[in-house]
């Protein structure tokens, strides 16, 4: 044997199975198809929110959090429909396994997503500082739902912002991995791609693969696909931490779900060209069974990276309950189409509404002081106060006067961005960047009227008015998120701003079907000897976690929660054989 266990895949999830492994004095054999400048995977480029409840961050902001709400907004998100979860009676199972007696595809997916919030509201927070993973003070409101009691959505703000951004939250596993193979306890095989699991006997004893060129290109960028060699690796337990599908447009329009109406012909990418989900149907092709293929995660507020790493890299914007949402046709997006409310509901207005879904984008129209304190970018490297641990800086950019350096870089040099001081002016723009007219200046100019009357009035029965209102009465989204209502119109409020959003891949919420301990299950049911599979690749737990929504903060979380789970089932698993 080569190893105790051998993780497929050097992404936060692979790291921290390996790690935990590693403290039960497991030696580790960790491969990536990627070189030593892409360890971390895609966390390391990610904004690193965490969905973590009834914290001391949430309560000296005025928030009031429990377990009990955290589960009821989970529950309401997820909308299991294809088995029982728990504490809530049976529905029909639709479970597509091909084994008489399969689990349905919901079955382990609600009770992964029951231990996750159990974990979010527990001990999560203490490990993470254990980590030396520490909070900042600002507690974001992601996925402020659709509108209803029981449905979708966060009822209170849970999306906590690590010190670091992702960068922050993968670098303790980085250092962990390092170290443990400075001690001789892991080795690391960079440019090392898995193209088959070895399976002997009914359980998964190994790798195989290929041994790519050597490639420096800078993290993130397409590296070459060139094989040099092939290898074969033994170990009793093999764990695929690969990720999702969300750099390979074909194969999201391939799994596509008919609810969501068609795919866009034209997308941007969230994740780097290696997310790629080739380890899907290898570890399928073992005997794994894939869950909730349909159910997947992009954004509509994907704007072209001016600056891009990745081909077609693109970033989201995170928008305050502010900006004016426009279709393609200039006509105003209805609930629960509000910025920063439901994602996947306004991605099925888009891609369902009859007379647009055959455009792929829509429009935000801001005033420049909406854009100042309400934009921010999702990314790393676009939030270098953070990133950088620069407290003063934070202060600056997310609480004094002036968009933060990099929003007012792609409002200067995005392509997808357009100023103008006249509603006249601003709609001419904005359909020469579509190259067509499909904007009429009066009737934009009209539905921004209406809506500036709302805004401003002091009762209001527009939904929009409304959630700014309610965004307003929280402390953190007064101070750093929302601007105070004004008309888009105010000359004061500074020239309007319009942008061009587009739909942005990003994460797969199915996936291997796993149980609590992360071992993959095949078409039965049963546990398949020897393999196991995390984070994205396991649709970040069960095969399924999240339901159809996610609650935001919640993916990496899902990375971090999964990990742990497997590199302790190993140990045991192992010694119990041993």
């Not at 290929?210 to 170990?235: M, Y």
Request: net charge neutral.
């Amino acid at each position: 044997m080569d190893a105790d266990v051998i993780i497929v895949g050097a992404g936060l999830s692979g790291l921290v199975a390996a790690r935990e492994a590693h403290r039960a004095g497991l030696k580790t054999l960790i491969i990536d198809q990627e070189g030593p400048q892409d360890l971390g995977g895609q966390a390391w480029w990610s904004f690193g929110g965490l969905f973590l409840v009834d914290t001391p961050e949430q309560r000296r902001l005025g928030v009031r959090d429990s377990f009990e709400l955290a589960w009821q907004d989970w529950r309401g998100s997820a909308q299991w429909d294809r088995q029982e979860y728990p504490g809530a009676g049976t529905t029909p199972g639709s479970g597509s396994g091909s084994g008489s007696g399969s689990p349905g595809e919901d079955h382990w997916a609600a009770r992964w997503g029951l231990e996750f919030v159990k974990f979010a509201a527990g001990e999560a927070r203490s490990w993470l500082r254990e980590l030396g993973i520490d909070l900042t003070p600002v507690v974001g409101w992601a996925e402020r739902g659709d509108l209803t009691a029981g449905g979708h959505g966060n009822s209170v703000p849970r999306f906590h912002i690590p010190w670091g951004t992702g960068t922050g939250v993968v670098e303790p596993f980085i250092a962990d991995a390092l170290l443990a193979r400075e001690e001789g306890a892991t080795t690391i095989l960079h440019r090392h791609r898995c193209d088959g699991l070895i399976v002997e006997g009914g359980a998964v004893v190994g790798v195989r693969g290929a041994i790519l060129a050597p490639d420096d290109s800078p993290r993130g960028e397409r590296s070459t696909r060139e094989v040099t060699g092939e290898f074969e690796l033994r170990a009793p337990a093999v764990i695929v931490a690969s990720g999702g599908i969300g750099g390979d447009h074909e194969l999201v329009r391939e799994f596509w779900p008919e609810r969501l109406g068609t795919p866009p012909k034209s997308m941007v990418t969230g994740v780097p060209a290696y997310v790629d989900g080739r380890m899907l149907g290898i570890t399928e092709a073992a005997g794994a069974r894939l869950v909730n293929r349909d159910r997947m995660w992009h954004y509509t507020e994907g704007v072209r990276n001016w600056a891009p790493v990745w081909p077609g890299h693109a970033i989201r914007i995170l928008p305050g309950p502010s900006p004016l949402w426009l279709d393609a046709l200039g006509r105003r997006l209805p609930p629960p189409g509000l910025p920063g409310h439901d994602t996947l509901g306004t991605l099925r207005l888009l891609r369902t509404t009859p007379g647009i879904e055959e455009h792929d984008h829509s429009w935000f129209i801001v005033s420049s002081r909406i854009a100042a304190k309400e934009f921010a970018l999702s990314g790393s490297e676009q939030n270098p106060d953070i990133t950088g641990r620069d407290k003063k800086l934070l202060l600056k950019t997310r609480i004094g006067r002036g968009a933060p350096g990099p929003v007012q870089a792609f409002i200067d040099h995005g392509a997808d961005f357009v100023q103008a001081g006249t509603v006249a002016e601003l709609v001419a723009r904005m359909n020469a960047l579509t190259g067509e007219p499909l904007l009429v200046s009066a009737d934009v100019e009209r539905i921004i009227r209406e809506r500036d009357a709302e805004v401003v009035a002091p009762y209001s029965k527009d939904a929009q008015a409304m959630s700014i209102r309610n965004s307003r009465r929280y402390l953190g989204d007064r101070l750093s998120r929302t601007t105070k209502p004004h008309r888009l119109l105010d000359p004061k409020a500074g020239p309007l701003v319009a942008i061009k959003l587009h739909v942005l891949t990003r994460k797969t919420l199915g996936g291997i079907q796993t149980d609590l301990g992360s071992r993959a299950l095949d078409s039965t049911g049963a546990a398949i000897p020897g393999l196991y599979a995390v984070g994205e690749a396991a649709g970040f737990g069960g095969g399924g976690m999240h339901g159809y929504n996610a609650l935001e903060g919640t993916f990496l979380g899902g990375c971090l929660f999964s990990g742990r789970a497997a590199g302790r089932a190993v140990a045991a698993d192992l010694g119990s054989s041993s």
